[in-house]
């Protein structure tokens, strides 16, 4: 079993930034990609940001330029910094990972419970 845990969340004014970590726990063998999603009420969970374990990122348009996803493989960890930040911003920010518990085992899904981040004057 896997365990995603989010922090970072929080309010913040238009044009500030916020860092989201995500810490991966129990048994894990590897990690592959880590991504975060967001969801704000009323809307789907939409993607935000992914990265491979060697570091490939890819983003949604919407975020391109103001956010970075990065990891730490050795932590287990994922972190989405996010700078400029717009009302629009504002949902419950989930992390997910691709994650193995033991070797030769199946890539499976894992998430976190969500942090808000709440962009607003």
């Known amino acids: 079993q896997v365990q995603l845990v989010e922090s970072g969340g929080g309010l913040v004014q238009p044009g500030g930034s916020l860092r989201l970590s995500c810490a991966a726990s129990?048994?894990?063998?590897?990690?592959?990609?880590m991504d975060w999603y967001r969801q704000a009420p009323g809307n789907q969970r939409r993607l935000v940001a992914t990265?491979?374990?060697?570091?490939?990122?890819n983003y949604a348009n919407s975020v391109k330029g103001r956010f970075t996803i990065s990891r730490d493989n050795a932590k287990n960890t994922v972190y989405l910094q996010m700078n400029s930040l717009k009302p629009e911003d504002t949902a419950v920010y989930y992390c997910?990972?691709?994650?193995?518990?033991?070797?030769?085992?199946?890539?499976?899904?894992?998430w976190g419970q969500g942090t808000q981040v709440t962009v607003a004057s």
């Open positions: 997910n990972a691709l994650a193995a518990t033991t070797y030769g085992s199946r890539w499976s899904e894992y």
């Open positions: 129990g048994s894990i063998f590897s990690i592959n990609t």
């Open positions: 990265i491979t374990r060697s570091g490939t990122t």
